[in-house]
């Protein structure tokens, strides 16, 4: 039999793990077999395989890349599960201590604690006092969640309707985020900026995505007007504070533990940016929009299986 060590240095295995679509439905990721042929091209053996699927062998690959896992939000505990049992079998991107503590968008409250401009955020936990704002419009989202799923945005004269969100949220055992709506995405944007292989790699901005009046339980679209965006030096600089106080690395930070990451960004009240989210699990790398970033994005790979 070939050995994992003689398997790399030919042809790595890699797997790119991803959601399973519903019957009848095609996969929204629209990167992952570009991804696929690329890596084929550049001298790997690359499969795209579903990560709930319980006939994989995740020993078989070299390395497991998280992709567009993009129904774990809604199975956290099983997803985390899954990642702490594949990274005892072979590499995994990102790994499962970074992925256990980026599921869970309390997060921000450690970068915050960091000194790393972000979105203010209040936590309601099942059975908190509840405390809504009355002089902002604000948004409120589960801690755990993706694509705005169960997030709604709300006047101060909405309140019973925010409330009824709320004990929605806590009846399905969920910890709730109550953040003020910054104006400034309405105008700037967000913008989403990509590193991998621990260095910048591409961005791009979107409009907003909560509109108001739209249900939180509603399908929304979660990347709205796409396009190219070229960083300030003050959104570079945010971004790379970000992650240099993400923890669970060499040292205390994730220094060379990520293989990819994707920081959001929205500028604040005073027009300075600040950190909506910092994506290390699952994050949409819009290669479609920056087809010059793939050749880059599957050496990056590659190196990290060898």
């Known amino acids: 039999m070939e050995s994992a060590v003689a398997r790399s240095a030919a042809r790595p295995r890699i797997a790119l793990a991803t959601y399973r679509p519903e019957e009848g439905t095609a996969s929204a990721d629209r990167d992952l077999p570009v991804l696929e042929g690329a890596l084929e091209d550049a001298g790997a053996r690359a499969g795209i395989v579903h990560w709930d699927d319980p006939a994989v062998d995740w020993a078989d690959f070299d390395l497991v890349v998280i992709r567009s896992t993009w129904d774990y939000s809604w199975r956290v505990a099983e997803f985390v599960a899954w990642a702490e049992r594949v990274a005892k079998l072979t590499r995994l991107a990102n790994p499962a201590a970074i992925v256990r503590w980026n599921t869970d968008k309390r ?8 000194g790393v401009p972000t979105v203010p955020t209040r936590y309601l936990a099942p059975g908190d006092p509840v405390d809504l ?3 902002h419009e604000y ?5 755990s ?16 309707t925010a409330l009824r969100h709320l004990a929605r949220l806590h009846e399905r055992g969920l910890t709730a985020m109550v953040q003020p709506y910054l104006r400034g995405v309405d105008t700037s944007g967000e913008r989403a900026l990509q590193f991998f292989g621990g260095r910048f790699l591409h961005a791009g901005r979107k409009g907003a995505v909560l509109e108001p009046g739209t249900a939180y339980d509603a399908d929304k679209v979660p990347h709205p007007r796409m396009e190219v965006w070229q960083p300030s030096p003050a959104e570079l600089s945010l971004a790379e504070r970000a992650l240099a106080a993400v923890p669970h690395g060499p040292h205390g930070t994730a220094g060379d533990a990520l293989l990819y990451a994707r920081v959001d960004v929205v500028d604040g009240d005073d027009g300075k940016p600040c950190v909506m989210e910092l994506e290390l699990v699952e994050p ?16 990056a790979v590659i190196r990290a299986a060898r």
């Open 145 to 160: 969640g993706a694509g705005a799923r169960l997030a709604a945005r709300y006047r101060p004269e909405e309140r019973e």
């Open 133 to 135: 704002p009355d002089g």
């Open 139 to 143: 948004v409120v989202k589960p801690t």
């Open 107 to 114: 997060y921000l409250g450690e970068l915050a604690g960091a």
């Open 284 to 299: 949409n790398l819009f290669l479609w929009l920056h087809p010059e970033s793939v050749p880059v994005v599957a050496e």
